[in-house]
């Protein structure tokens, strides 16, 4: 076989031609890579903006619930001994005494002459049924206080 110069001359075209379509395909590529990347960077760029301002937002809001938690528990703290001092004034010794209840202190002790007792104490129940309206009170401050608290973190 013989090689001739015609034979030479194709096989440079066609390694002219594929070196050519090498260097056009990388051309074209390598310009579609640079511009994914440049898209890619944009993107990572505007979604940490975005987390950035997701975590302000987040913290604003925490910020607000524990304002609105410690204004309310505040609130509610005071509100409390309010209502203790309330419950403890009407049940106190001398408003007992009024209502003809007999003095917690003096439960129990026996008088020297019978005429003298002011009858039998009472009941164990009695007193836990004289605690039920304190608790009620209490129980209705928590819930008040609590409606209270969820309507503030709904806004």
């Given amino acids: 076989m013989t090689i001739t110069y015609a034979l030479i001359a194709k096989l440079v075209g066609a390694l002219a031609l594929i070196g050519l379509g090498f260097g056009l395909g990388y ?7 640079l511009a994914a990347q440049a898209e890619l960077t944009s993107y990572k760029a505007k979604e940490a903006r975005a987390v950035a301002d997701q975590e302000k937002k987040n913290a604003q809001i925490v910020a607000k619930h524990d304002a ?4 309310i528990q505040g609130d ?27 003095d917690s202190a003096s439960r129990g002790n026996v008088s020297a002459t019978p005429s003298a007792s002011q009858g039998i104490d009472a009941d164990p129940t ?25 309507a503030g973190i709904a806004h």
Avoid at 68 to 71: I, R
Avoid at 94 to 99: F, Q
């Fill in 27 to 33: 051309k074209f590529e390598h310009g579609s890579v």
């Fill in 68 to 71: 609105l938690s410690n204004e």
């Fill in 76 to 102: 509610y703290a005071k509100r409390l001994v309010q209502l203790q001092e309330n419950y403890d004034a009407k049940t106190s010794t001398p408003a007992r005494i009024a209502c003809g209840m007999r």
């Fill in 126 to 150: 009695d007193r836990l049924a004289a605690r039920l309206p304190q608790d009620c009170a209490d129980t209705t401050l928590q819930l008040e206080d609590l409606q209270q608290w969820a």
